[in-house]
Antibody, heavy 119, light 107 residues
Framework: QVQLQESGPGLVKPSETLSLTCTVS????????WSWIRQSPEKGLEWIGY???????KYNPSLKSRVTMSVDRPENQISLKLTSVTAADSAVYYC?????????????WGQGTLVAVSS | DIQMTQSPSSLSASVGDRVTITCRAS??????LAWYQQKPGKVPKLLIH???TLQSGVPPRFSGSGSGSDFTLTISRLQPEDFATYFC?????????FGQGTKVEIK
C-alpha cells in the first residue's frame, strides 16, 4: 500500500518561498501522477497541480506563475515550491495520487501539513 | 475553469435516512466525476470515481449517478459513521476542481 508523508516548515513569511516535500513509501514514484492539493476554510479544496514521474507537469493557471513541482526518483520524493506567498496561501497542503495512476482522482493522500503565512 | 456547485451546503438527517447530494458542473464533464468523504481533522477519502464506480472497500449504501453536468451521491441508509462533509471533484479537464462541500449533520 502506497503511503505519502508531507514535510516542510509550518510557518513561512510573506513574499518568501514555500517548500514542501512528499515522501512516497510502499511503491516507486515511477508511472504515477503526483498532485498537490491544498485546503483552507476560505477556498475549500484547491488542486495546485501535478507532476508526472518523468518530470512533466501541469499546474492550476491561478498559481502557475508561482508553482514548481519536481520528482526525485532516487529518493522517492515529490516536491512543491510556491513563491511570493501571501496570507491567502495559508492552508493544509496534501500530496495525493491514485491506485489507477493518479491521473484525475485520488485514493492516496498524505496526512497533510498545515502551512501558515505570517511575519 | 469548470465550476462545481454542490447542493445543499448542509443538511440534517437521522440514522437510517436516505440522503441525496447533488453536484452540478458549469459545463459537461462526461462521467469524470469523483466523490469524497471528509471527517473533521481527517484526510478526504475517495468514495466514487467515474461518477458511479464504487471505490474498493466503500460500503454499498453509497452510490453515485449522473453524466454530463448533473450528478448525485446517494447514501441509502445513513449510518452514524457517515456524518461528515462530502465533496465532488471534476477531473475532466485541468484545472481539476472541487465542489464547496456538503456537510451532513445529525438531526
Amino acid at each position: 500500500q502506497v503511503q505519502l508523508q508531507e514535510s516542510g516548515p509550518g510557518l513561512v513569511k510573506p513574499s518568501e518561498t514555500l517548500s514542501l516535500t512528499c515522501t512516497v513509501s510502499g511503491g516507486p514514484v515511477g508511472s504515477f501522477y503526483w498532485s498537490w492539493i491544498r485546503q483552507s476554510p476560505e477556498k475549500g479544496l484547491e488542486w495546485i497541480g501535478y507532476v508526472y514521474y518523468d518530470g512533466s507537469s501541469k499546474y492550476n493557471p491561478s498559481l502557475k506563475s508561482r508553482v514548481t513541482m519536481s520528482v526525485d526518483r532516487p529518493e522517492n520524493q515529490i516536491s512543491l515550491k510556491l513563491t511570493s506567498v501571501t496570507a491567502a496561501d495559508s492552508a493544509v497542503y496534501y500530496c495525493a495520487s491514485g491506485s489507477a495512476g493518479g491521473y484525475g482522482y485520488f485514493d492516496y493522500w498524505g496526512q497533510g501539513t498545515l502551512v501558515a503565512v505570517s511575519s | 475553469d469548470i465550476q462545481m456547485t454542490q447542493s445543499p451546503s448542509s443538511l440534517s438527517a437521522s440514522v437510517g435516512d436516505r440522503v441525496t447530494i447533488t453536484c452540478r458542473a458549469s459545463q459537461g464533464i462526461s462521467n469524470y466525476l469523483a466523490w469524497y468523504q471528509q471527517k473533521p481533522g481527517k484526510v478526504p477519502k475517495l468514495l466514487i470515481h467515474a461518477a458511479s464506480t464504487l471505490q474498493s472497500g466503500v460500503p454499498p449504501r453509497f452510490s453515485g449517478s449522473g453524466s454530463g453536468s448533473d450528478f448525485t451521491l446517494t447514501i441509502s441508509r445513513l449510518q452514524p459513521e457517515d456524518f461528515a462533509t462530502y465533496f465532488c471533484q471534476n477531473y475532466d479537464s485541468a484545472p481539476w476542481t472541487f465542489g464547496q462541500g456538503t456537510k451532513v449533520e445529525i438531526k
